[in-house]
């Protein structure tokens, strides 16, 4: 069974940062992929970050220059350093696995996380 595990959201004030992490576990090939979304009511659900197994990454606009992800697919770690926090990013963050293989030759599936909150208010 694979789970993801995200951690290090909290409140924070304007202008600060947040450091989040994402740890995935069980029984884990390969996974292609590794991304951080936010929901909220407003917006729903928006990407905010890529990083693939060769380390390529891809951002949105709202999280160039401010947000950065790094860490390896291949340890199946990633994190997302958010500096520069706007009130604007004030949603539930979630840590997406893609096409993670368990078997090999089986095909690959998305895993998500439970989400850590992060509120960014004065």
């Known amino acids: 069974q694979v789970q993801l595990v995200e951690s290090g959201g909290g409140p924070v004030q304007p202008g600060g940062s947040l450091r989040l992490s994402c740890a995935a576990s069980?029984?884990?090939?390969?996974?292609?992929?590794m991304t951080w979304y936010r929901h909220t009511p407003e917006k729903q659900r928006e990407l905010v970050a890529t990083?693939?197994?060769?380390?390529?990454?891809n951002y949105a606009d709202s999280a160039k220059g401010r947000f950065t992800i790094s860490g390896d697919v291949a340890k199946k770690t990633v994190y997302l350093q958010m500096n520069s926090l706007k009130p604007e990013d004030t949603a539930v963050y979630y840590c997406?696995?893609?096409?993670?293989?368990?078997?090999?030759?089986?095909?690959?599936?998305?895993?998500w996380g439970q989400g850590t909150q992060v509120t960014v208010s004065s």
């Open positions: 997406k696995a893609s096409g993670v293989i368990t078997t090999p030759g089986d095909l690959g599936y998305d895993y």
């Open positions: 069980g029984k884990i090939f390969n996974i292609a992929a």
């Open positions: 990083i693939a197994r060769d380390g390529s990454t």
